[in-house]
């Protein structure tokens, strides 16, 4: 970045000049960035949006189409806002004096949606800036390992994911056998504990399958092919060690409990990895699985169920083959393969796009996520709307990136629809959520209205007038 | 006499190729009142159009077919033109020839799978064309290829046979390959730096402007000595004789810039930018010189010299007068290059015909094959996708893609299949090869798929 020079990446990365600039270039470049600051007053440099939290207040957007997501769509109404919660929502319904009224005449309300699915904040530049990326922790067992902690609150995926209208994601490690411990965030907020809903959600488990390649492509070596006897023992193997940890967590719980009410027994050591497995073993908090064949997804069924944990499939391609396991077991997917191939040649071309209209007549519960870095989280709307070209209803489409990911997520009560009492995660559009041609023209997440501006509309600001 | 002349022709005609004789017959197809999306002149309501011998015949309302001609009902159904993915590596059994800083000299068309299952995939999203580009690893790549997806026909139906010839330029992280960790104990390869990239391609053109004068001398008889034939040379000659399209893979703009530079230097012109993701900082340089930007719609961040690319960039360029087409660089994305162009419209505000454009019209002209196809219109090839829905809306799919008036996907037919196909599948996995073992299968111990080994799931390996 230092390298590049031109005056408009001066303002795109001013915190980074005074390192490098000299003195004589100095005044010229702090008269640049006032001059800059004037002529945008709401642009910020490149990520530090973060520190702009928007404006807090009570607002009532009118006039508009309501879509509820939990209820009937209301046609012509309004919605109040007020201390960050949506105060009210309905055809008619009392303004408080002093609310900032906003006109959605032709504009549609709909709650922000959700991604149950992402890296966001763990991975800024994919290739070529190692230093960026913080999604995968080295060794097997990272139980410990907490995604809230990684996430960078001022990445600049942030501002462009939530203009698209996506407030809420959760973002996962991955690596190794255990991740670590997955995080549901708010797409605003200057600190991680400022993002943060729910810190520790979840804890990633790459639930171990019969793996026959040696793992990892090579371009320069060939592949070792293994017996699949020999895959299949090492997968029970793993599955062995998998257990094992989780009850000695479960020990290790009992043992420290024994010794918190009987101070005459000897002082156990603390372990950071088991401790962080204790609530996950006593069903407290969901184990998240990625699995995606029939085989492994029911193996997860299984194991949840021998060890009584609470589980969450996050992959799911063939999950509504194993309808009756997931069901029996109340294991919800969050299913993230819209953008993918098939994986066998000779699969229906659409098997994957049309995985949520099966999973939706197998009675499966699910959610759409893009399963993604961070970078192309904002096209949500499409992989649930490419669903819904291949048999999943508009209706249920909707829901799979709102109310369906929010109950998913533990937080039914709180997100995914307008009803009163919920957290003021709203978008305002000219259009159906789901298009690619609509536009977002008010976002709200707390109940904070937020500029609509990240470092795309920043660089196509400084550039789109140059001659 | 005569009359039995040409009898006997005609049952010669008819014996050697029956088809020929009915040709005009089977080919011909009526699609009746559909929405019909030109992209060159309009849209149109309630409107057919007529298909005879690969052609479009007529556009129109209330088209005549003859008796035997396919009559297909295109009531509230939308119909556009085939996409044509201006970058694509769909069907290449090798897509980088690693080796050496030039690979002038290789050719995509060389390693053609005509049986790649991405190919049905793509036509199941709407695309009938594709420029199947070399790798990037080189700042000068092999010889592209442009073809048709006529998926179910032998390889050499594929190449557009008047598709001008082309060639892959690389410039960047790419060609440097700071970023791929080498081949143990091997010596870097020239070049490591943005600079050296440059010095290659201007090192290769000043070689291949002393070898053309060579063959100038010859055939004008300045010199008496035939020119050895350099395979390397020959396609970099092509391009400073203006018959061979240089398609240049970069980001940065300024390294863009400073090929369209060398460009101005050695006489020739760059066809086409490649994913030129922040071509919209130089939109003026690169319109100045009639250079077209084949680009991602949206696609940012995953690698840094991607970090500057904005969905705005489609705009911009656009409205700078800069030819732009969306591709897919990707089996995975080539399949929704409908809702890229959809994008168009939402950033920045591209109309909604020449959004569509950047998927039909405008690369199909980068690429030298609008006389042929890139929009529907009279006399051009009937290269047609007939959607259930407007292509631009999310909840649209083919039901049915053509090429010259064939049918290569056909939603229905698919969907009819499955059931049978699904049986084969049974029966084949009932084998004794295809048992588990400890069924009294015998399996082979490799697997016999074609699919890579870290691939057996979808997740890409142990991660």
Request: net charge neutral.
């Amino acid at each position: 970045m230092q390298l590049r020079m031109t005056n408009d990446e001066l303002r795109m990365t001013n915190r980074l000049r005074p390192m490098i600039i000299s003195s004589i270039h100095r005044t010229a470049f702090l008269l640049l960035t006032a001059y800059c600051l004037l002529l945008t007053a709401n642009a910020q440099s490149d990520g530090s949006q973060q520190n702009q939290t928007g404006k807090a207040g009570t607002f009532a957007i009118t006039n508009a189409r309501i879509v509820t997501v939990s209820g009937a769509v209301i046609e012509n109404g309004t919605v109040v806002i007020s201390n960050g919660k949506i105060a009210a929502v309905g055809a008619n319904v009392s303004i408080p004096s002093g609310a900032e009224r906003i006109d959605a005449k032709g504009l549609s309300v709909y709650p922000g949606m959700i991604d149950a699915g992402t890296n966001l904040g763990l991975a800024e530049i994919g290739g070529g800036a190692p230093a960026t990326i913080d999604v995968a922790e080295t060794g097997e067992m990272n139980s410990n390992a907490k995604a809230i902690i990684g996430i960078n609150p001022h990445s600049s995926h942030v501002n462009v994911t939530r203009v698209n209208g996506i407030t809420t994601v959760l973002s996962f490690p991955q690596g190794g056998i255990i991740s670590g411990q997955a995080a549901v965030i708010n797409l605003n907020g200057s600190t991680q504990a400022e993002m943060a809903i729910v810190p520790l959600f979840g804890l990633v488990v790459n639930f171990p399958r019969i793996a026959l390649g040696g793992g990892g492509f090579n371009p320069f070596g060939a592949q070792t092919p293994v017996d699949f006897t020999e895959a299949l023992k090492r997968r029970d193997q793993r599955l062995e060690d998998l257990k094992k940890l989780f009850r000695d967590a479960e020990n290790y719980a009992k043992v420290k409990e024994a010794g918190e009410k009987d101070k005459n027994l000897p002082s156990s050591p603390v372990d950071l990895k088991l401790e962080a497995l204790v609530p996950y073993i006593r069903g407290e908090k969901p184990v998240i699985f990625t699995a995606e064949r029939e085989r492994d997804i029911r193996g997860v069924a299984k194991f949840a169920a021998d060890l009584k944990i609470k589980a969450i499939i996050l992959g799911g391609q063939e999950a509504w083959k194993a309808a009756d396991d997931l069901k029996k077991n109340d294991i919800a997917v969050i299913y993230t393969n819209i953008y993918n191939l098939p994986v066998r040649d000779d699969d229906a071309y659409d098997f994957l796009f049309e995985a949520p209209a099966k999973m939706v007549q197998a009675g499966v519960k699910f959610c759409i996520s893009t399963g993604d870095g961070g970078a192309e989280v904002r096209d949500l709307p499409y992989h649930a709307g490419l669903a819904s070209a291949y048999g999943l209803s508009k209706d249920e489409a909707l829901k799979s990136v709102t109310l369906y990911p929010a109950q998913i997520l533990g937080l039914g009560s709180q997100l995914g629809s307008i009803e009163t009492g919920k957290i003021a995660n709203l978008v305002v559009t000219d259009g159906d959520l789901l298009e690619a041609r609509t536009n977002v023209k008010y976002l709200f997440i707390n109940g904070r209205l937020l500029p609509l501006t990240s470092r795309h509309t920043e660089l196509f600001d400084s550039f789109k007038n140059r001659k | 006499m005569r009359k039995a002349i040409v009898f006997l022709m005609l049952v010669s005609i008819s014996l050697i190729s029956p088809n020929l004789l009915f040709a005009q017959s089977k080919n011909e197809i009526l699609i009746r009142n559909a929405t019909v999306l030109t992209a060159a002149k309009g849209t149109f309501e309630n409107t057919d159009i007529l298909i005879q011998n690969g052609k479009i015949a007529k556009i129109g309302k209330s088209l005549k077919a003859s008796a035997n001609a396919q009559i297909i009902d295109g009531s509230g159904k939308f119909v556009s033109p085939g996409i044509v993915d201006c970058h694509s590596h769909t069907m290449l059994d090798a897509v980088n020839e690693f080796s050496y800083s030039v690979t002038s000299m290789t050719r995509t068309r060389d390693v053609l799978n005509p049986k790649d299952i991405a190919i049905y995939r793509a036509l199941a999203g709407g695309v009938t064309t594709a420029n199947l580009l070399h790798g990037s690893a080189n700042a000068i790549g092999g010889q592209n290829i442009t073809v048709k997806f006529k998926y179910g026909k032998a390889v050499e139906e594929f190449p557009i046979a008047d598709a001008p010839p082309g060639i892959k330029f690389a410039l960047g992280e790419n060609p440097k390959r700071t970023n791929f960790n080498p081949t143990p104990n091997a010596v870097p390869r020239y070049p490591r730096t943005r600079m050296g990239v440059m010095e290659v391609i201007r090192d290769a053109f000043v070689r291949a402007r002393d070898y053309k004068k060579e063959w100038d001398d010859f055939r004008a008889k300045k010199s008496n000595v035939q020119p050895r034939r350099d395979l390397e040379l020959e396609p970099l000659v092509e391009v400073l004789e203006g018959k061979r399209l240089v398609h240049a893979h970069g980001y940065r703009s300024d390294e863009h810039l400073n090929l369209l530079l060398i460009a101005d230097e050695f006489g020739f012109k760059v066809a086409t930018l490649q994913h030129a993701l922040e071509a919209y900082k130089i939109a003026p340089e690169i319109a100045k010189r009639g250079t077209g930007a084949s680009i991602f719609a949206d696609s940012w961040s995953y690698k840094l010299e991607a970090y500057d690319s904005i969905p705005y960039n489609g705009y911009i360029l656009w409205k700078a007068g800069v030819s732009v087409s969306i591709n897919s660089d990707s089996d995975e994305r080539m399949r929704r290059l409908n809702l890229d162009a959809a994008k168009m419209m939402k950033y920045g505000g591209v109309p909604e015909e020449e959004a569509l454009k950047m998927i039909t019209l405008n690369p199909a002209k980068q690429l030298g094959i609008d006389r042929r196809t890139g929009s529907i219109e009279v006399g051009k090839d009937a290269d047609i996708v007939i959607w259930n829905a407007h292509p631009f809306s999310v909840y649209a799919h083919p039901e049915l893609t053509m090429i010259e008036g064939e049918i290569y996907f056909d939603r229905s037919k698919d969907l009819t299949r499955r059931a049978e196909l699904q049986k084969e599948r049974e029966t084949l996995e009932k084998l004794d090869v295809n048992r588990p073992p400890g069924s009294g299968g015998t399996p082979p111990k490799v697997p016999t798929e074609q699919r890579r080994a870290d691939l057996d799931d979808a997740d890409g390996g142990n991660r």
